[in-house]
């Protein structure tokens, strides 16, 4: 439970199963059954689809308990993630710095 890498987000796609596993199967990271899965075994149930590019492993792990801190310190709130948000770079930046290990 700890932000281990920091990737560029290239693409968010959105689209069926069928279409998304087809687009994407040639990756090898999702089975027919896991996509099918995720749709909820409904082949009309729209699903969304993530392509990273140049990640980076962090030397330096950021454990739950400090990205609570860092948040709270920010936001005023903890952090609940239930879908992907967009951070301000300021913020992205001190979690980079504290995962590659720069002070």
Request: hydrophobic share 40%.
């Amino acid at each position: 439970m700890a932000i281990r890498a920091s990737s560029y987000l290239d693409e968010v796609v959105i689209d069926k199963p069928k279409a998304l596993f087809s687009r994407f199967r040639r990756l090898g990271i999702y089975r027919w059954r896991d996509v099918f899965g995720i749709a909820r075994g409904r082949i009309d149930q729209e699903i969304m689809a993530f392509r990273f590019s140049n990640t980076e492993v962090f030397n330096n792990p950021i454990n739950r308990d400090e990205l609570q801190e860092i948040w709270r310190e920010e936001t005023g709130r903890g952090f609940h993630i239930q879908a992907p948000i967009a951070i301000p770079r300021e913020r992205f930046y001190r979690l980079y710095k504290l995962g590659v290990g720069i002070q």
